[in-house]
């Protein structure tokens, strides 16, 4: 009795001072809606209650805009980087920015969903496809459908200026049989491109326009809260940003970054995300309601390296077709 006594003591010192390597403050940049970023955070804590988070949520462009500024100035003030899309994430990669994680255990995710050198790491699945207004007399079930007059005429888009998702979706069709083609007869039969997938989401519907591209967990949740909006999976497939999640190389705690990063990634975290009503990473994870089975959604091929490589040029042909 007296061993097991010392044994169980001996083990409960050991989890106190693992516990106390985890502890301090951690800021985290995201670009999640503040409800989403409020429950990671409080779940991150509950689990780790010696880190406190502090996080400041805004779109890509203006938390980069943010991180980019206080680089400038020599006071960076984040630690951890959660935001929309893995073009980012490259671009800082190749500055040297980001700081790896080779212990993170991803060994349950398929091949080309994280970063092979573990400098980011997928968090989910965010897919981008039709969102239409049921009172609309059409109802898209591919790409095509909306290059017909009078659907195009009320059609919206986000800006690739404002949206991270934006970006990789016109990359991702024009990468297809569709190309360049397609956004040029969008943009010559009325489409409209402005502001971030919030604004596409209000517009819709409030019937102000019928059709557009959307995040699916936007268009879902919305039209279980009774919003008369329905989402489409688009026959040619869908683009998926991977909300990635990157420690930056400035960390003032690396050990609280590591383990926030861990508990994303977990299966635990890859719950959340699904309870939170978005399509988990993790292939275990079952998809919230309103979503097909994980086997169903063809998601169109996207080379984050290449999309940065070409970004200036990309979306420079993209604002000349529809504007600043």
Do not use: C
């Not at 680089?71 to 790896?100: F, H, W, Y």
Request: proline share 7%.
């Amino acid at each position: 009795m007296r061993r097991l006594i010392l044994s169980t003591l001996a083990a409960l010192s050991l989890s106190t001072a693992a516990f106390a390597e985890v502890a301090g403050k951690l800021v985290l940049y995201t670009s999640q809606p503040n409800e989403d970023a409020q429950k990671t955070v409080d779940a991150f804590m509950a689990a780790n209650p010696g880190v406190t988070v502090e996080f400041v949520r805004d779109g890509t462009p203006k938390i980069m805009a943010k991180f980019r500024a206080e680089l400038a100035a020599g006071a960076p003030q984040a630690d951890v980087l959660l935001i929309a899309d893995s073009v980012t994430m490259e671009g800082l990669k190749a500055e040297g920015l980001l700081m790896a994680h080779p212990a993170a255990d991803i060994s349950a995710y398929e091949p080309g969903i994280m970063d092979a050198d573990k400098s980011w790491f997928a968090t989910k699945l965010i897919t981008t496809g039709i969102v239409y207004n049921t009172a609309a007399p059409v109802q898209p079930t591919s790409y095509a459908d909306l290059l017909a007059p009078d659907v195009t005429s009320a059609f919206m888009m986000p800006s690739p200026m404002a949206s991270g998702a934006a970006t990789i979706h016109m990359v991702a069709v024009t990468g297809t049989d569709l190309g360049w083609g397609f956004y040029e007869t969008l943009a010559k039969q009325g489409a409209l491109a402005d502001g971030g997938n919030g604004g596409v989401l209000k517009a819709v519907a409030g019937g102000e326009k019928l059709y557009g591209f959307l995040v699916d967990f936007l268009a879902i949740r919305e039209a279980a809260k009774g919003a008369p909006i329905k989402f489409v999976f688009p026959t040619e497939g869908v683009s998926a940003v991977s909300e990635p999640a990157a420690i930056l190389a400035n960390t003032k705690n690396p050990d609280a970054a590591k383990a926030f990063v861990d508990f994303l990634i977990s299966a635990p975290g890859q719950q959340l995300a699904a309870d939170m009503g978005y399509l988990p990473a993790h292939p275990a994870i079952t998809p919230p309601a309103g979503f097909p089975a994980r086997d169903t959604i063809k998601v169109l091929a996207f080379d984050p390296a290449k999309a940065l490589a070409d970004e200036a040029a990309n979306k420079a042909r993209f604002t000349a077709m529809f504007g600043g």
